[in-house]
């Protein structure tokens, strides 16, 4: 089963009022759905569902889920957030199979891009997608996807077929093989070159004049 563990409160107050009443009671209102079953209503004591998002490993991951006995697996679909003071607002999650494949973003990491060949040629990385959807057994869902940069070079494009995906894992995109990043000269470097074109038709112009 997953490392994270969600202790659950069925709230009895659904809507607006009782998710307020849940978070002036020190909780994390939030529903869990999916399967065959209707959404519930839950809460999370607040310190304990912090504790689990500041890992890193709550949102789009395998968590359990423990209800007094039982316990059940869910991945956590999404947080809401208050944009003031940051706190936990609401969150979703997913009853799943946890050896079922599951649909689920994942963010693209990008490695050692200071020792790239790109970087000392004057170059940039363009992102093109910080994440990836792709289709997964819900107990291997990767934590990131990985692109070393020490190897690339100007010219380069970055796509999804370079990157190592879990054994069994596809991409949900399959009819094309999309582009995660490119690395292209940067702006810095095309504007210095400039200048030294310019100078360079200037220098004989100045010596004819002598």
């Known amino acids: 089963m997953a490392e994270i563990i969600l202790n659950v409160d069925v709230r009895d107050g659904v809507g607006t009022g009782g998710a307020r009443a849940a978070r002036r009671a020190g909780f994390v209102p939030g529903v869990l759905y999916g399967g065959e079953q209707a959404p519930v209503a839950i809460s999370v004591n607040e310190k304990d569902f912090r504790k689990s998002l500041y890992t890193g490993k709550l949102l789009g991951h395998l968590v359990t889920l423990k209800y007094g006995d039982e ?50 040629q004057g170059g940039s990385l363009e992102i093109v997608r910080h994440a990836v959807e792709i289709l997964v057994r819900a107990d291997q869902i990767p934590e990131e996807l990985v692109v070393d940069l020490a190897k690339a070079e100007i010219g380069d494009t970055i796509r999804i077929s370079d990157i190592k995906l879990p054994k069994g894992a596809e991409a949900t995109i399959t009819d094309r093989d999309f582009v995660i990043a490119t690395v292209k000269i940067s702006s ?8 030294e074109a310019a100078d360079a038709e200037a220098a004989p112009a100045e010596k004819t004049e002598d």
Request: proline share 10%.
């Open 71 to 120: 316990t059940q697996p869910v991945i956590a679909k999404d947080v809401q957030f208050d944009p003031v003071s940051d706190r936990p607002l609401h969150f979703d999650l997913m009853r799943v199979d946890e050896k079922a494949p599951v649909k689920i973003e994942v963010p693209v990491h990008f490695l050692n891009a200071d020792e790239a060949p790109y970087s000392r």
């Open 188 to 195: 810095a470097a095309l504007s210095e070159a400039a200048d």
